[in-house]
């Protein structure tokens, strides 16, 4: 028995630590005090906490409902669907109004939908399309404008250097990402001139870009333009470009508006980066969400804007951001 | 008796928890609620069970995170390329076969090298952690393969309820719990794991088959990662080529908290239930509490040390 208090004394002296240590941490404890016990409980679940955007996207969310008296809960998925679904069964037997979710696997969300919909808890899918034969299990999906972030992207190329032989970094598995190439393709059909060398695959991260990078300088000496398909890809770009002194000689076009990326922008590093709002996603779909509990129609489809910044209104976006 | 008595410090610790939690989630403890926690640890305690032999010969297998998405995508890939839009059992029953196939033929590798050569099973399973990672990412170019609607057999394996009350993951994970349990307590070969754990040139020496029991462990390790990967896959209406990542280090938390002793030798297939039920209550308390997701990391880290400590201090004690 010994030994059983020995367990139990520091489990116990840690649980009241986690209280202690969530109330503190909660930056607004006072507003968050009185939804807890007076509003609704919505639940979040992103496939990853690991980036800013969908901690943006949180933030969004967040206020929102807080400032509706609400409160929300955001789970991390860690790129785990299986631990998406867990989550998900967890805030739907919890009674949650309403959830958003940012799916893992697109493919692998219908169990949760189907059950959340037999418990009548609606679900707003954030960043991220839904196959349409789920369509009907949802409320809507609110996302950015990919495929004019694209389009963005190339018409920026097309203004300083409209004979551009260029690269695309890709990331072919995710849906935004096919949308943002596209975009940029359709739009590179009015520039002639201009010419796609090759896509390669380059993971979406700044440690994926680099060696690809290095690879594609040596085998097209005479590339002078890059479309990265997101800011940290750019990175990678940047810093592959640096150590081969060609920076100079490149342009370089992406799709994020993460401060990394306008900061490289400002340093004369990147040409332009089609900025995403992730927490004008999130507010738009709190509304969304609030509308529909109220039983209002709700578009099905709702694309969030997007903006080019390049560096002549780079310091006048990180002020207003 | 003494099993029982080491059990206690456990025991204490689910129900001290499920009462915590009661506190702060009104209805934590409810039917379905607790129902649904039984449907969540069922992939991991099944893993958890094989990890726990593997564990006990003094061995790991880093390699049944990939195991769950290499068996997932080899039976989808199979059923909807000889079955297409139809449901067929037979069909099925071939391409779960084909699947279940490929995460033995792992395990009887694992086995081999482990016995025969001089490499750590940390080094061979890592190896073939990447080797089935790579494999399974092989099909649909990396995408998830969606299993068809017709598939209903498939679908009800993760999804289905007995009598429509309990799920059947949860009946699956019971009754290879209650295998396990029989194999490693009530036989021979369970014996043989233990001598093997405890002290190998020893057993070895006393005419134990190491190699065959060696192979044999790994074997079940791998076979069960599978039923494990199936159960994901349906639950998932798709097997995805990317999942299952991980999950072998949530297994091996699930056996060392249920008292397994890391070098080998000593621990139940109990206390690895025991384990990963505490594991499950844990994710499922703080996510229904509302505890931020990065507090949720340092207590389960926190948790996972505090049993291992006094693990290692019981273990102490009784030398």
């Known amino acids: 028995m010994n030994s059983a208090l020995r367990f139990l004394i520091p489990l116990i002296l840690l649980t009241i630590c986690i209280t202690g240590c969530n109330d503190g941490s909660d930056s607004d404890s006072s507003q968050a005090e009185s939804a807890a016990t007076t509003g609704r409980l919505f639940g979040a679940s992103f496939q990853t906490m690991n980036n800013p955007f969908f901690v943006d996207l949180g933030k969004g969310l967040k206020n929102e409902l807080e400032a509706n008296g609400d409160r929300l809960v955001i789970l991390d998925a860690q790129f785990n669907s299986l631990k998406q679904k867990n989550d998900l069964s967890d805030l739907i037997l919890q009674g949650a109004a309403g959830i958003f979710v940012n799916p893992v696997n697109w493919e692998g969300l219908k169990g949760s939908l189907l059950e959340a919909s037999r418990k009548k808890v609606p679900i707003i899918i954030v960043d991220a399309p839904v196959k349409k034969a789920d369509e009907e ?62 896509v390669q695959e380059a993971q979406g991260t700044t440690e994926g870009a680099r060696p690809v990078m290095r690879d594609l300088i040596g085998r097209y000496p005479d590339l002078d333009a890059v479309f990265a398909i997101n800011d940290p890809n750019a990175l990678g770009v940047i810093s592959a470009l640096d150590s081969a002194n060609k920076l100079d000689r490149v342009t370089i076009v992406t799709v994020d508006g993460s401060q990394a990326g306008i900061k490289a922008i400002q340093a004369g590093k990147l040409h332009s980066t089609s900025a995403q709002f992730p927490q004008e996603i999130g507010k738009i779909a709190a509304e969304k969400m609030l509308a529909h509990l109220k039983g209002e129609s709700v578009d099905k489809e709702v694309k969030v804007r997007v903006e080019l910044i390049t560096a002549e209104n780079a310091e006048q976006y990180l002020e207003s951001h | 008796m003494k099993v029982v008595r080491q059990m206690v410090p456990l025991l204490a610790a689910i129900i001290i928890l499920l009462l915590l939690f009661r506190i702060w989630v009104p209805t934590f403890l409810a039917p379905e609620n607790m129902l649904d926690l039984t449907q969540q640890i069922s992939v991991n305690t099944i893993l958890a069970l094989g990890m726990t032999l593997v564990i006990l010969i003094g061995g790991i297998d880093l390699s049944v995170g990939a195991m769950v998405a290499l068996v997932g995508t080899t039976t989808v890939y199979c059923l909807s390329a000889i079955s297409g839009d139809t449901q067929n059992g ?87 719990f209650v295998l396990m349990a029989l194999l490693l307590h009530r036989t021979r070969f369970g014996q043989h794991i233990y001598a093997l754990g405890g002290n190998r040139e020893a057993a070895l020496y006393t005419g134990i088959p190491v190699v065959r029991v060696e192979v044999m462990v790994y074997l079940i390790c791998s076979v069960l990662a599978g039923v494990a990967g199936l159960i994901h896959t349906s639950q998932l209406y798709s097997a995805e080529p990317a999942s299952g990542e991980m999950f072998e280090l949530t297994a091996i938390a699930a056996v060392v908290v249920g008292g397994t002793s890391f070098t080998g030798g000593r621990g139940t297939i109990f206390g690895t239930l ?14 229904q509490a509302g505890i931020h997701y990065s507090l949720q990391y340092i207590v389960k880290g926190a948790v996972i040390l505090i049993a291992v400590y006094i693990d290692v201090r019981r273990n102490r004690q009784a030398v």
Do not use: W
């Open chain 1, 137 to 198: 299990l949802i409320v809507c999906t609110v996302a950015s404008d990919n495929v004019r972030a694209g389009e963005l992207a190339a018409q920026a190329l097309a203004k300083v250097n409209p004979k551009a032989r260029l690269v695309v970094l890709h990331l072919s598995v995710n849906k935004a990402c096919i949308d943002r190439v596209e975009g940029f393709k359709t739009e590179l059909e009015q520039h002639p001139e201009m010419k796609i060398l090759d």
């Open chain 2, 274 to 287: 025991i384990g990963a039920i505490i594991i499950g209550i844990l994710d499922k308390g703080l996510n």
């Open chain 2, 90 to 176: 037979f069909y099925l029953l071939i391409s779960i076969l084909a699947g279940l196939g490929v995460a033995a033929l792992f395990g009887i590798f694992h086995g081999i090298a482990a016995a025969k050569t001089a490499m750590p099973p940390f080094i061979i399973t890592l190896a073939s952690m990447l080797i089935a990672r790579g494999c399974a990412l092989r099909f649909n170019s990396g995408l998830p393969i969606s299993i068809g609607d017709q598939q209903t057999i498939l679908l009800e394996i993760g999804n289905g309820r007995l009598f429509g009350v309990v799920p059947f993951p949860v009946v699956i994970m019971l009754t290879l």
